[in-house]
């Protein structure tokens, strides 16, 4: 199924109203609200039509004009083939979003690396740490605004 | 009667052990530290800390502001087969400018990127060998990639990060002698496949330490996301060279090999093990189809862009590595690209690690960590 | 002086061995591995580069971590030397030089290289370091088991030879009489001593951590096992004591299996000096053979090593036990 079918189909049986977005090149994709993310979410893994059961990618992102964060999941079906492009928004002073680990297991590791390079909280992670960059490191360094902190347990970072 | 009881022994204190294995150990394949508990020898408890060798590669990408630019770090992310990091990233970016790229070019793509796939899995084939105390093979090993390394570095003039390919061709030409160099390899090639294979796949001791250990589910791994051998390993037939062909890997025959659980359950190490050296003769089929296919002429910077125009949009384009799939995940504006995210399958692979090693001995646990065959720079970018 | 001198040349032996072993070593693993090994200091072959290296060794820092315990941690390679030294004692090195002739040579030469666990062990513990600490735990358990199919398969020889004295041992070995030309070896003298030597062999492998028994100090998992934190000559000691075991056993198994010094042609090239390379080329094969396993297999986890030892050599060692003793009372 393409982007379209799969918005309308869940449309259709599950009463959304969700539109895809079009870019002027690559790929379309679905945003959805942070309150319904992990409703959507197993509906996409568990729906015997969608059966969604491979999560290849999650990546946060900051988008700056907008004074937003956004968490990008790529999704993709080994059964049915098909793949899709979900995302979710949140203002930045509050950057919360449902985990979808006890979904897929991958995103354990990927919202990890969110939280710690680009900022955002993933309400219902086990185990939310910094993953890449040091604990007591200061800042998300993906964000847009990021400075750099001058020295790191008095070692200087170089600028 | 009364019943006996039998006298209660004293309380013996059963403590575990918590012990760093690495950032600096033998057998970590680079700096990654494994907070290992151990009860005796057995592991109760296995935490991966990485992040030693975080580059900051999405960071740069985003900061270079030009598509062209990002491609030399792209060879950093995984260096050991850094042509398909390479390749990942010019498809992706081909696919975001919606360009069209000769049939030389994309020939020689495949060419190489088979060639780095062989040379990748010989040393992912010898340190795992390492890892179990056999170090013969992998110097054996490393004679066959030193060949390989050969004929890269005539096409691309350097040995490790090749920086060869570029959106929409290739840097410069291809040597005149570049096909006959890699027919003498892939014919010199053959028969040492079952030369590693009588020195360590048949090996009993090996067999005895591989067979059943670190087992993956199939539903495991892919609720993991696991790709490449280690999704092969545990009995799915995924390759996307197949299944979701990029590039110009639809017209070639070739076999996936996938764990049967010959040796024990399917999806331990030697499952894992065997599909990365069955691996290797496919990829030679490949090669030879692409020799004979490749037209003889062709300016391979024909489709170059001067200047990159940037368009807004995304892609999520993923290929496959030795390791697995190697997404990338672009953001464009027009001024240039927004967010670049490379989703390497080292990253993906390790989290696994946790799942399959509780309850395994010290030397299981090097033996997973071997079969998964990470590469640190993938996994810190 | 002269008992000095005496008690000195297994010494000069041990010493000058280890430093011709290691170079054999290198260059066995390069050959094997396709490639020449060290081929530049002192000219041919690299005949040098162990020398190179010992003085190299020499020169360097002597660390000891600070939580060690100083003592333990400062003795342990000595004590592991000088225990295979010792050993050295009761070994013929030929019909006119034996350290110590005495009747009960074989039973002092087993006791001795016990000593030779304690002193990994000592070295693993004082270290205060958890690799060492596993490394030390695998060599106590390892060791322990491996001592008795050792000992039983020494026992078989016994029971067909009839003495504990090495010298009388390799004594009543000279000579050519087996089926009118094979040597009077007692590994011909007995189809169960063949068993009985394969078992000895598995064993002393393993009791000299080699691989694929070399877990006590397996590199890719315990980094060094038990010496991880010695560095320097210390270091050094537990190099030259692991190859002066190596030797010490497959000389052993020369003396209890092969005829010890006795001349494989019977009375010719016979005589105190042949019978010395006769003793040290026996021992010197099989060495190699240990080495030439080395470079090509992988290791035995710890839990398989035990089960191959406990399951399958004490069992076959003593049923084999059995039968020797049953085809001496026949025959």
Redesign the interface.
């Known amino acids: 199924m393409t982007t379209e079918e799969i918005t309308e189909y869940l449309n259709r049986e599950y009463g959304g109203n969700l539109d895809p977005t079009y870019a002027e090149a690559g790929d379309s994709w679905i945003t959805v609200s942070p309150s319904v993310l992990r409703e959507v979410a197993k509906t996409l893994r568990d729906d015997k039509n969608l059966q969604f059961n491979n999560l290849m990618c999650l990546s946060g992102i900051h988008y700056q004009k907008e004074n937003e964060l956004g968490v990008a999941y790529h999704l993709h079906s080994t059964i049915h083939d098909h793949k899709l492009v979900m995302k979710v928004r949140v203002p930045e002073d509050n950057p919360v979003v449902p985990s979808v680990e006890s979904l897929w297991k991958t995103a354990n590791w990927h919202e990890r690396e969110a939280y710690d390079l680009v900022g955002i909280t993933f309400r219902g992670h086990p185990g939310l740490l910094r993953i890449l960059t040091p604990q007591d490191w200061e800042g998300h360094p993906l964000r847009k605004d990021y400075e750099q902190q001058e020295s790191y347990r008095n070692v200087s970072t170089g600028i | 009667m009364a019943p006996v009881t039998s006298p209660q022994p004293a309380a013996i204190e059963n403590r575990t052990?918590t012990?760093n294995m690495g950032p600096q150990?033998?057998?970590t394949h680079g700096v990654l530290r494994l907070e290992v508990t151990v009860d005796?020898?057995v592991v109760t408890k296995v935490k991966p800390d990485?992040?030693y060798l975080?580059r900051?590669f999405?960071?740069y990408a985003?900061s270079l502001g030009d598509y062209a630019k990002v491609v030399p770090y792209t060879d950093r992310i995984d260096y050991v087969s850094a042509l398909h990091q390479e390749m990942g990233y010019v498809i992706a970016v081909e696919?975001?400018?919606?360009l069209e790229v000769p049939e030389r070019v994309e020939y020689m793509r495949v060419i190489l990127a088979e060639l780095q796939r062989i040379a990748s899995h010989l040393l992912g084939i010898g340190t795992f060998?390492?890892?179990?105390?056999?170090?013969?093979p992998f110097?054996?090993c490393f004679?066959e990639r030193e060949n390989i390394l050969r004929i890269l570095e005539k096409v691309s003039g350097a040995r490790l990060l090749y920086n060869y390919l570029c959106v929409g061709g290739l840097m410069r030409d291809i040597p005149t002698d570049f096909t006959s160099d890699t027919w003498e390899f892939v014919t010199s090639f053959r028969p040492k496949i079952k030369e590693l294979n009588d020195?360590?796949t048949t090996?009993s001791?090996?067999i005895?330490?591989t067979a059943n250990i670190g087992v993956l589910p199939a539903e495991?791994a892919?609720?993991?996301?696991a790709s490449g051998p280690m999704l092969r390993g545990s009995g799915?037939s995924?390759d996307l060279r197949k299944?979701?062909p990029y590039s110009i890997y639809d017209r070639f025959e070739f076999n996936v090999p996938v764990g049967q659980g010959e040796m024990g359950t399917v999806g331990d190490c030697w499952d894992r093990y065997i599909v990365r050296v069955r691996e290797m003769e496919e990829s030679l089929k490949i090669i030879e189809q692409a020799l004979d296919q490749m037209p003889g002429e062709g300016d391979v910077k024909e489709a170059v862009p001067r200047r990159i125009r940037s368009?807004?949009?995304?892609?999520?384009v993923?290929t496959e590595t030795p390791r697995g799939?190697l997404?990338y995940?672009?953001?464009?504006e027009k001024s240039g690209p927004y967010?670049i995210?490379a989703?390497t399958p080292s990253?993906?692979n390790l989290?696994i690690l946790p799942?399959i090693s509780k309850g395994a001995?010290?030397?299981?646990l090097?033996a997973i960590v071997g079969s998964i065959d990470i590469v640190l720079g993938g996994v810190?970018? | 002086m002269a008992l000095l001198i005496f008690a000195t040349l297994p010494l000069l032996l041990i010493v000058g061995y280890a430093l011709f072993a290691i170079w054999l070593e290198r260059k066995v693993s390069a050959h094997i591995q396709d490639r020449l090994g060290p081929m530049r200091v002192g000219g041919w072959h690299g005949w040098a580069q162990t020398i190179a290296d010992m003085l190299k060794l020499i020169q360097k820092e002597d660390i000891i971590p600070t939580n060690a315990s100083r003592f333990l941690f400062k003795s342990a390679p000595f004590v592991l030397f000088a225990a295979s030294y010792a050993a050295f004692s009761v070994i013929p090195f030929s019909s006119a030089y034996i350290g110590s002739s005495i009747n009960i040579g074989v039973f002092y030469l087993l006791a001795v290289t016990s000593l030779l666990t304690l002193s990994v062990i000592m070295g693993a513990w004082a270290s205060n370091n958890k690799w060492s600490l596993l490394g030390g735990m695998r060599t106590a358990a390892q060791m322990v088991s491996y001592e008795v199919p050792t000992i039983m398969s020494v026992l078989s020889v016994l029971v067909v030879a009839g003495s504990l004295n090495l010298m009388t041992i390799s004594e009543m070995q000279t000579g050519n009489d087996i089926l009118g030309f094979l040597p009077n070896w007692l590994i011909f003298q007995n189809p169960f001593l063949i068993v009985a030597f394969i078992i000895f062999f598995i064993s002393i492998v393993a009791e000299s951590h080699r691989v694929p028994f070399d877990l006590p100090e397996s590199e890719s998992e315990l980094v060094a096992g038990f010496q991880t934190e010695y560095s320097g000559m210390r270091w050094g000691i537990f190099m030259l004591a692991e190859y002066a075991d190596m030797l010490l056993l497959s000389l052993l198994g020369a003396v209890l299996f092969f005829g010890g010094w006795a001349s494989p042609f019977g009375s010719y090239l016979s005589g105190p000096v042949w019978g010395f390379i006769w003793f040290m080329l026996k021992g010197l094969l099989f060495v190699f053979v240990m080495m030439w396993m080395r470079w090509t297999l992988p290791r035995y986890r710890v839990d398989q090593l035990m089960e191959i030892c406990w399951t399958i050599l004490i069992p076959v060692s003593f049923i084999n036990f059995v039968l020797i003793a049953l085809w001496e009372m026949t025959f």
């Open positions: 052990m012990i150990h033998p057998s005796g020898e990485i992040g975080h900051c999405e960071k985003e696919k975001l400018l919606e060998g390492l890892d179990l105390g056999a170090f013969t110097l054996y004679i020195l360590l090996n001791i090996f005895d330490r495991v892919l609720n993991y996301s799915v995924w299944n979701d368009k807004e949009g995304e892609v999520y993923r799939e997404g995940y672009i953001i464009s967010r995210k989703r990253f993906v989290s799942a001995l010290v030397a299981d090097v810190d970018r």
